[in-house]
């Protein structure tokens, strides 16, 4: 069974332009993720996915973070315009609520440096 | 609101030594208990869980107890190899719902030497 997939696994720009951030999760799994990682801490959540509808973005900024599921698949996370503060590795994962006691699986990550 | 709190790290031990981890919580109700683990360049694993007052979780020589009346998740191993060096983070998820989000502690380096 294929992971959670994430592209790129690295990107660097500089302060106020725009970033995308890319997530394919596991096959069937209803429910994703995207997890802010900041060096030294642990993932925080920034939005849950039920299918394409949201379920929770408390944590998001929403004047500059955005994110979408459309067709309840793949996902995509962008920053608009990038901080200084904001150089993390933002992970995706995705769950099946159904199975698995609710599981969640980890892509690799996206490192953003914001120079 | 819901937190976890894990022991400061860096943890140094020599090939072979005994392991000790600590994961305290604190949350309303009944949540979930997990240990991840990030191994170096790579995305987080699940390691093991417990989803229940008094239950273990096993995996790869690793094991934790679900304690309640001390709110602790501590994570333990006889036997370190080299190959064990990595990140560990504790996290809960909340009672409520299955997919509920995680919640982590800061995570704790563990290098192992020969």
């Known amino acids: 069974e294929a992971g959670v997939a994430q592209s790129p696994r690295y990107k660097i720009i500089e302060k106020r332009q725009s970033v995308a951030f890319w997530c394919n999760p596991i096959s069937g799994h209803a429910t994703l993720y995207w997890y802010q990682q900041i060096l030294g801490q642990g993932p925080k959540l920034l939005i849950q996915?039920?299918?394409?509808?949201?379920?929770?973005d408390s944590q998001l900024p929403k004047d500059r973070f955005s994110a979408e599921r459309l067709k309840g698949v793949d996902s995509t996370l962008k920053i608009q315009p990038a901080k200084l503060e904001d150089s993390a590795v933002y992970l995706c994962a995705s769950t099946n609520p159904t199975s698995g006691g609710g599981t969640q699986y980890f892509g690799p990550g996206t490192r953003l440096l914001v120079l | 609101g819901n937190s976890v709190t894990q022991m400061e790290g860096p943890v140094t031990l020599s090939e072979e030594a005994f392991l000790t981890i600590n994961c305290t919580y604190t949350?309303?109700?009944?949540?979930?208990l997990f240990w991840y683990v990030q191994y170096p360049g790579e995305g987080l694993q699940l390691l093991l869980k417990a989803t229940k007052a008094d239950d273990k979780g096993s995996n790869k020589g690793f094991e934790a107890t679900y304690r309640k009346e001390t709110t602790s998740f501590h994570l333990e191993k006889g036997s370190v190899q080299v190959s064990d060096s990595a990140v560990y983070f504790c996290a809960l998820r909340e009672s409520s719902s299955n997919t509920g989000k995680l919640i982590f502690g800061q995570g704790t380096t563990l290098q192992v030497k020969p």
């Open positions: 949350a309303t109700g009944y949540p979930s």
């Open positions: 996915f039920q299918n394409n509808g949201v379920v929770d």
